[in-house]
Nanobody, 118 residues
């Protein structure tokens, strides 16, 4: 049974930091690209970051570049998203996503809420 379980969301003030984690199970983790997406109220889900299968290449959305750092641990089947200098516009539900390089297998977590507000 495939599972992606996010944790670490919460409420923080502008300029604050949060660290999200995602624990994966039920599939060969190292064979999958791992991504973070987010969805703000009333908006479409948007890409945040991708870590390649063995972590050698990470890409970010322009809106988070320089503030967010994505990482993966293939030994522990986990990924993380360190979010610094948070802004109110970062408020969203954040989702962990796994997709194989062929693009024919994809899994989603249930999401974790991040709220940035004073």
């Amino acid at each position: 049974q495939v599972q992606l379980v996010e944790s670490g969301g919460g409420l923080t003030q502008p300029g604050g930091s949060l660290r999200l984690s995602c624990a994966a199970s039920g599939f060969t983790f190292s064979n999958f690209h791992m991504r973070w997406y987010r969805q703000a109220p009333g908006k479409e889900r948007e890409f945040v970051a991708q870590m390649s299968t063995f972590g050698g290449y990470t890409t970010y959305a322009n809106s988070v570049k320089g503030r967010f750092t994505a990482s993966r641990d293939n030994a522990k089947n986990t990924v993380a998203l360190q979010m610094n200098s948070l802004k109110p516009e970062d408020t969203a539900v954040y989702y962990c996503n796994a997709v194989n390089p062929q693009g024919d297998a994809q899994y989603w977590g249930q999401g974790t809420q991040v709220t940035v507000s004073s």
